[in-house]
Structures are given as structure tokens and as C-alpha cells.
């Protein structure tokens, strides 16, 4: 059974820093492309960031290009996401997601980010 389960939302201040896991179970982590999704208040998903398997190629929304850093560590089945000078339109349930575009097919349940004053 696939599992993702992510973790490290909250709230924060504008210009504030976070970081997101995204532990998973039940496939090959290493073999998998693997993004960050969002959806803010009101507004349909938005993809945010990719991070391809093997070669560890990275791709960002220009929303987010310059502020976040995706990363993984295959050992540790993690994905990771890391937004330094948040914004308040960055406020948004983060969701890990297993592949990339239309290709996923798995996402988690979410960790809200608020970044509010």
C-alpha cells in the first residue's frame, strides 16, 4: 500500500522560513520523479516543484523559483521542501506527490502552511 505522509507546515511570518518532509511506504522512493503540489484558500492545485529520480534534476514554479529548494535523500524514503522568504499568497495546503504533471498518480492528505503576520 502506498503511503505518504507529510509533515513541517505551520505558521509564519512574512519573509519567515519552513521546512516540509514527505516520508514514504510502499513503492521504490529512489525510483520515482517526485513533486510538491499546493492548493491555496479558494484556488485549484498548483504544482510547485519537481525533483527527477536517478539524475536529481530539480524544476520550480516561477511563483516559488529563488525561494524554495526541493531535495530528497533516498535512504530515508524523504522528500523534502524548503521555502525561505514566504509570502502570504504562498498560503496553502503542501501535498508530496508521487511522479510529475500528469503523470502522478499518489498524492498525501497535505500539511497546511499559513504565513500570515
Known amino acids: 500500500e502506498v503511503q505518504i505522509v507529510e509533515s513541517g507546515g505551520g505558521m509564519v511570518q512574512p519573509g519567515g522560513t519552513l521546512t516540509l518532509s514527505c516520508v514514504v511506504s510502499?513503492?521504490?522512493?529512489?525510483?520515482?520523479?517526485m513533486s510538491w503540489v499546493r492548493q491555496g484558500p479558494g484556488k485549484g492545485p498548483e504544482w510547485v516543484s519537481a525533483?527527477?529520480?536517478?539524475?536529481?534534476?530539480?524544476y520550480y514554479a516561477p511563483s516559488v523559483k529563488g525561494r524554495f529548494t526541493i531535495s530528497r535523500d533516498d535512504a530515508k524514503n524523504t522528500l523534502y521542501l524548503q521555502m525561505n522568504s514566504l509570502k502570504p499568497e504562498d498560503t496553502a495546503l503542501y501535498s508530496c506527490?508521487?511522479?510529475w504533471g500528469v503523470g502522478i498518480d499518489y498524492r498525501g492528505q497535505g500539511t497546511q502552511v499559513t504565513v500570515s503576520l
Open positions: 510502499g513503492f521504490t522512493f529512489s525510483a520515482y520523479d
Open positions: 525533483i527527477k529520480r536517478a539524475e536529481r534534476s530539480t
Open positions: 506527490a508521487r511522479g
